[in-house]
């Protein structure tokens, strides 16, 4: 009979050969991860790929645009001018930006923060920074497009009517500013909307957040444009981001020349570049804070 020291031991566990192979393809990485939740978010900012529900707004928004595009184009070619300039055009459907960013910002972060999701997210080759660019970026994108598309085929739709190529050009040069302003509206709105949403879980109330950011400074701009000092009333504008960026477009574009800048065109310039900064500064360090939880 074997002693309890020359017994065999019993074998801890039994490794089974079940078929699976490790994996020998390439390895995208973290640059491939970015661009795919770019993509991803820039789908989901117009409703690709998800319900008809959620297609509703974005697309009813493009519609809007695009019917306005096509009103002025029609104006245009029966009249030889048109109501709107192409720069004016941002400004004048700013509404529709505003709203456009309210609603996408929630659905491209605040429904990440409320389910969870975020860990998986991280426990990829993806570093918290890479998210928050990621989805910024795709906001801007989105808010771009939003309106550039529609403006795209206005100058289109104009261009065919016009008799050379030299007066294709000129209106090119028109609608080049036009394009350029679109795209600050878009950073602008985009930075302010996404860092206001990462703040809230509820998509409805970051919705609701975002557009109070927006309107209660409005009467702030209004108070500083009736003051009796000349130099308040030329800088109201920089009160609120919505006059922030007509301010910009005023320097850069003559837009309107409504707000009355006066000789501060170089300092709406400077605020809007530090509002973009700081609220981007401020997008990264919440999701830092979010990372460690």
Not at 2 to 20: F, K, L, M, R, S
Not at 26 to 40: E, F, I
Request: with cysteine.
């Amino acid at each position: 009979m074997p002693t309890p020291e020359t017994a065999t031991p019993a074998p801890a566990g039994v490794i089974h050969d079940i078929g699976y192979q490790r994996y020998q393809g390439v390895r995208l990485g973290r640059g491939y991860v970015v661009g795919s939740l770019y993509a991803h978010s820039l789908r989901t900012a117009f409703g690709l790929g998800r319900s008809a529900k959620a297609k509703i707004f974005p697309w009813l928004i493009v519609g809007i645009v695009a019917v306005v595009a096509a009103v002025l184009a029609a104006i245009r070619a029966q009249l030889g001018q048109m109501p709107l300039s192409y720069a004016q055009f941002p400004q004048t459907l700013i509404l529709l930006i505003l709203l456009f960013c309210a609603v996408v910002a929630p659905e491209l972060v605040s429904r990440d923060l409320h389910s969870g999701v975020l860990p998986l997210y991280f426990a990829r080759p993806l570093r918290r920074g890479d998210y928050a660019l990621a989805k910024w970026g795709a906001l801007a994108t989105a808010a771009f497009l939003m309106l550039a598309g529609p403006l795209t085929l206005m100058f289109a739709a104009i261009a065919f009517t016009l008799d050379d190529l030299g007066a294709v050009w000129r209106e090119f040069g028109d609608f080049a500013p036009g394009l350029a302003y679109l795209a600050i509206h878009a950073v602008v709105f985009s930075a302010v909307a996404l860092l206001v949403a990462s703040l809230v879980k509820r998509r409805a109330v970051a919705a609701g957040a975002i557009v109070g950011v927006f309107l209660l400074t409005t009467p702030v701009v209004g108070v500083l444009s009736v003051l009796p000092s000349r130099t308040a009333n030329q800088l109201a504008g920089l009160a609120s981001p919505a006059t922030l960026v007509g301010g910009v477009g005023d320097w850069l574009f003559e837009s309107s020349g409504d707000l009355g800048i006066g000789d501060f065109g170089p300092l709406y310039g400077l605020v809007t570049l530090a509002l973009v900064v700081t609220c981007v500064a401020l997008l990264l360090a919440r999701y830092r804070k979010v990372a460690a939880q």
